[in-house]
């Protein structure tokens, strides 16, 4: 992939301003123990990042976007921040490889990029949790069922109507992700375009 000077800088700054959601919002969600913080912080960084990948259509401009947001949140003060940083790369990984399916994607693509984006949140301690805090899946399961259950109010309900929803919910809240990517993208593409053109007629 070859990119010129202002697609380079563009991805910088998107993968800037989902390093720096990351650094604010991320600390102030769980500072206050907010509920989903992980689904929340999963759904705005990829929006940023699917706009990004907009501004340049190009197959990997997604996952470098979420390389300088990863690299960022090295900066974050206090607390493990391995997690997040496995987070970050994973759900650009993700997008990555559902955007690069077509040379310039629509909403549709944005849409199931973003689903299973955010959708990697559930996903993750599976993952990460045995391989990096040693944790058992037993013991991963057990919280998950607990978490799921309390967030939803549902903590008498059969397991799988807990898994199912929350699932669920993460799907629905990825999806939005990549719609609210392609209007704000498009919006800003058309805006900048209008603008570009009253200069050169000026």
């Known amino acids: 992939m070859k990119l010129i000077t202002r697609e380079l800088v563009t991805i910088a700054i998107f993968g800037t301003l989902w ?3 990351e650094m604010t ?3 102030v969600l769980k500072s206050l123990d907010i509920p989903m913080a992980g689904m929340f912080l999963a759904a705005v960084g ?12 190009k197959r990997g401009s997604t996952l470098f976007i979420g390389v300088i947001a990863m690299l960022l949140k090295l900066l974050s003060l206090g607390g493990v921040i391995i997690g997040p940083m496995v987070g970050i790369i994973t759900e650009a990984l993700v997008a990555e490889i559902v955007l690069s399916t077509r040379k310039e994607p629509g909403q549709v693509l ?14 993750q301690p599976f993952v990460t949790g045995p391989i990096l805090f040693g944790r058992t899946m037993f013991v991963i399961w057990l919280d998950f069922i607990d978490t799921a259950g309390r967030v939803l109010g549902l903590g008498g309900s059969s397991i799988l109507i807990v898994l199912g929803l929350y699932i669920l919910i993460h799907v629905i809240v990825g999806i939005l992700s990549g719609i609210l990517a392609w209007q704000v993208g498009k919006q800003v593409q058309s805006r900048l375009g209008r603008q570009e053109a009253n200069l ?3």
């Open 200 to 202: 050169v007629q000026l």
């Open 19 to 21: 390093g720096i959601v």
């Open 25 to 27: 919002l991320g600390g």
């Open 46 to 57: 990829l929006s940023i990042a699917m706009i990004g990948r907009i501004f340049v259509p």
């Open 110 to 123: 944005l849409m199931l990029a973003g689903a299973l984006g955010v959708t990697w949140v559930v996903a």
